[in-house]
């Protein structure tokens, strides 16, 4: 079980002033953290569990593709600024 004097020294680590309340609070729900991490300490990892997995790719083949470049210039024409082939964008830092 955490002690309050473990909750102040965290909080003085994290840098955060609490109240009574909170300290109350926080060292209940850091309680029932270590709880759980002590389920999974019992937890068996010598032969793990076979994953069973049934997705398939749910794509549809391309059948009919276009020629590539067939809509490069028609695209290019509608931005609003290019350089040769490509679209001319403001820099983003």
Same mark, same amino acid.
């Given at each position: 079980m =955490?002690? $309050?004097q473990d909750i102040e +020294? $965290?909080?003085t680590l994290s840098r955060l002033s609490l109240t009574d309340t909170e300290k109350e609070k926080y060292r209940g729900? =850091?309680?029932? =953290? $270590?709880g759980y991490i002590d389920i999974l300490k019992k937890v068996s990892t010598d032969k793990p569990a076979p994953v069973m997995?049934? !997705? +398939? !790719?749910?794509l549809r083949d391309d059948s #009919?593709? #276009?020629e590539s470049g067939m809509y490069t210039e028609r695209l290019l024409k509608l931005a609003p600024k290019r350089d040769g082939q490509y679209v001319k964008v403001k820099k983003i830092l």
């Open positions: =955490i002690t $309050l +020294k $965290l909080a729900e =850091i309680d029932s =953290i $270590l997995s049934r !997705n +398939k !790719n749910v #009919h593709p #276009h």
